[in-house]
C-alpha cells in the first residue's frame, strides 16, 4: 500500500520558545517545505495536559504561530493551524484509546518523567498524550514526522496504533473499499546534524524552559544583549577547543557550543572545529555570539512585530484550521463507516 507523502509535526505553546525549539524542530519544519506537502500544528490541546493559564494560553499559541512564519514557513504552500480548531483530532484520538492498549501507554517513559512520584494526581489526559499524538499524525494520514528524540517512543505508538487499526478493521477497511490498509506507519525524519541542544549552565541537560536559570537557555525573542551576555557566561572548560569531534566527548559544555555553532551556520561540527581546533573559548563565543546574533536578531525581531498583530496570525490559523480540517473530515468520515458508526 502507498499513500501520498505528507509530513505532520506539532510544537506546543508552553511558552518561551528557545534556541532548542528552534534547532531542533522549527529549522527543520522549515527546511521540509520543498519537498513535502506539511502540515505545522500548534498543539494546544497538548499544552493543557498540564495546567495552562488561559490568559497565558491564546498568546503562547500566537508566538508559536509567529515562529513558524517569522522562520520561513508559508501558510499558503502549507497549512499552519492550532490543534483545538480541527475537533477531529480529538474524535479520532478517543477511537485510538480504545485501539492502544493499557500495557503500550504504561510503557511510555515521558509519562513517567512527567508525572514524576505523584502519578495519582496526573491528569488523564496526560497518560493518554501519546493517542491524541497518534490522531494528530493519522488523521492527515502523514507519512513523515520530524521529530526529536524524545519524541520517538510516541512516534513508535502512533505506528502500532495503526497497525492495530488496520488489522482489528481489517475486514470492514476491504469491505468499504479502502484497500489493504487504512492507515500508513508514519516514519520519525531526522534531518541536517541530529543536534540536541543542551543547557547552557549543565551540558548534560536538555536545554528547556522549565529550568529555573533564564541563563540555561536563549530564547528566541532575547534581544542581541542578552544572546551575547548569555553565550558569554555559558559554562565551559578551561581547555582550548579540540581540533577532532573526538575530543568533544568528554566535554558536553564544549560540545554543546560546538554544535551550537554548527548548526547555526548549517556545516557539520568537523568543519567548526578545523577552522576553531586550538582556539580559546573566548575567541570561539566571541564567534558563537556575532553567528547568533546574526541569525537569530533577524527572526526574535519579526517575531515581535508579528505579535503585535494577533488579527493577522489568527487569520492564519483560522486559514490553516479550514484547510486541515477538510482533510481531517474525510478521514474521520471513512474512519466511522470502518468503525461502524452510523453517520449523517
Ligand atoms: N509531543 C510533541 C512534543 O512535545 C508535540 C506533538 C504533538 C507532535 N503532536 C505531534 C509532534 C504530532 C509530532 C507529531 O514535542
Known amino acids: 500500500m502507498t499513500f501520498k507523502e505528507r509530513v505532520f509535526s506539532g510544537v506546543q505553546p508552553t511558552g518561551n520558545l528557545h ?37 497565558e494560553l491564546p498568546p503562547a499559541t500566537r508566538e508559536v504561530t509567529a515562529a513558524f512564519l517569522a522562520s520561513g514557513i508559508d501558510p499558503k504552500k502549507h497549512i499552519v493551524f492550532n490543534q483545538s480548531q480541527v475537533a477531529e483530532h480529538a474524535e479520532l484520538a478517543w477511537v485510538f484509546n480504545c485501539v492502544a492498549r493499557m500495557g503500550w501507554l504504561n510503557r511510555m517513559t515521558q509519562f513517567k518523567e512527567k508525572a514524576g512520584k505523584d502519578k495519582e494526581n496526573a491528569s488523564v489526559g496526560l497518560f493518554a498524550y501519546p493517542t491524541l499524538m497518534a490522531a494528530d499524525i493519522l488523521v492527515y494520514r502523514a507519512t513523515h514526522v520530524p521529530v526529536g528524540e524524545d519524541q520517538k517512543q510516541h512516534l513508535e505508538l502512533a505506528r502500532d496504533i495503526a497497525q492495530k487499526f488496520n488489522n482489528d478493521f481489517d475486514a470492514s477497511i476491504k469491505a468499504h473499499g479502502f484497500g489493504e490498509a487504512f492507515f500508513p506507519q508514519p516514519e520519525p525524519l531526522i534531518t541536517g546534524p541530529a543536534t540536541r541542544i543542551m543547557s547552557l549552565r549543565d551540558g548534560s541537560k536538555k536545554m528547556s524552559k522549565s529550568e529555573p536559570s533564564d541563563y540555561s537557555r536563549i530564547n528566541l525573542t532575547d534581544d542581541a544583549d542578552t544572546i551575547a551576555q548569555k553565550i558569554r557566561k555559558a559554562k565551559t572548560d578551561p581547555e582550548p577547543l579540540p581540533s577532532e569531534e573526538k575530543g568533544l ?47 537569530l536578531g533577524p527572526l526574535g525581531g519579526e517575531m515581535k512585530r508579528m505579535v503585535q498583530d494577533p488579527v493577522y496570525i489568527d487569520s492564519v490559523l483560522a486559514d490553516g484550521a479550514a484547510r486541515a480540517g477538510a482533510i481531517a473530515a474525510e478521514t474521520m468520515k471513512a474512519v466511522k463507516d470502518i468503525v461502524g458508526f452510523v453517520r449523517r
Request: hydrophobic share 50%; net charge negative.
Open 19 to 55: 534556541l532548542g525549539n528552534y534547532l531542533g524542530a522549527i529549522a527543520r519544519f522549515v527546511a521540509l517545505q520543498d519537498k513535502f506537502d506539511c502540515i505545522y500544528c500548534v498543539v494546544d490541546m497538548h499544552a493543557i495536559t498540564v495546567w495552562q493559564d488561559p490568559t
Open 249 to 295: 566527548d568528554p566535554r558536553p559544555e564544549a560540545d554543546n557550543l560546538v554544535g551550537i555553532y554548527a548548526a547555526l551556520s548549517g556545516v557539520p561540527k568537523a568543519q567548526v572545529l578545523t577552522q576553531f581546533g586550538g582556539a580559546q573559548f573566548s575567541v570561539f563565543k566571541s564567534a558563537l555570539v556575532d553567528l547568533a546574533v546574526e541569525k
